[in-house]
């Protein structure tokens, strides 16, 4: 079965660090782009970045370049976000979810993680 | 940036049609993706490249794209479709601008 385990949940203070986890399993790992999703309280999906765990090639959402660092162990089929300090803006669900490729250009999000809430506040 | 655009909340009535319409200037030059998140689950791809349906997905999802609009449409809604929905396009292949979601209720 084609999976992405997330890490467990997180609460920490503002302006402590933070590295949370997408482990995937059942299929060939270092050939799918990863993907990191946030989702605030109540709120819609946004779109934070995205590693190709074969090179680490990462790419960023303007709105979380800066603020988040992604990568990837590719040994132990494993792909992280990370915070250095967070905020209590970043309380959030974040996903990770694979991408796939199906043709012409044409892609999809297609297995999800069963997501990380993220909560800090002090 | 690329935006998409969707009405916060559409309602129909168990058995009938619902459309969702996603908006985004030249949206139809771009392949739209959609997904279903029921309460405290994890986002599901239900339709990929405009149309196309993936493995376990019901037959009754169908979408289109053309022009500005892509639509996604549940026909024979049933409860259980009560979520929801996202469209999804790509502004490159490696990045994703979402629409703000619709709320689906069945009633």
């Known amino acids: 079965e084609v999976q992405l385990v997330q890490s467990g949940a997180e609460v920490k203070k503002p302006g402590e660090s933070l590295k949370i986890s997408c482990k995937g399993s059942?299929?060939?790992?270092?050939?799918?782009?990863i993907a990191w999703v946030r989702q605030m309280p109540g709120k819609g999906l946004e779109w934070m970045g995205i590693i190709y765990p074969g090179g680490s090639d990462t790419r960023y959402s303007p709105s979380f370049q800066g603020q988040v660092t992604i990568s990837a162990d590719r040994s132990i089929n494993t792909a992280y976000l990370q915070w250095s300090s967070l905020k209590a803006s970043d309380t959030a669900m974040y996903y990770c979810a694979r991408r796939v490729y199906y043709d012409s250009n044409s892609y999809g999000l297609d297995v999800w993680g069963q997501g990380t809430t993220v909560t800090v506040s002090s | 940036s690329y935006e998409l655009t969707q009405p916060p909340s559409v309602s129909v009535s168990p058995g009938q049609t619902a459309s969702i319409a996603c908006s985004g200037d030249k949206l139809g030059d771009r392949y739209a993706c959609w997904y279903q998140q029921k309460p405290g689950q994890s986002p599901v791809l239900v339709i990929y490249?405009?149309?196309k349906r993936p493995s376990g997905i019901p037959e009754r999802f169908s979408g289109s794209n053309s022009g500005n609009t892509a639509t996604l449409t549940i026909s024979g809604t049933q409860a259980m479709d009560e979520a929801d929905y996202y469209c999804?396009?790509?502004?490159?292949?490696?990045?994703?601008?979402f629409g703000g979601g619709t709320k689906l209720t069945v009633l």
């Open positions: 059942g299929y060939s790992f270092t050939i799918y782009w």
């Open positions: 490249q405009d149309s």
């Open positions: 999804q396009a790509w502004d490159s292949s490696t990045s994703v601008v």
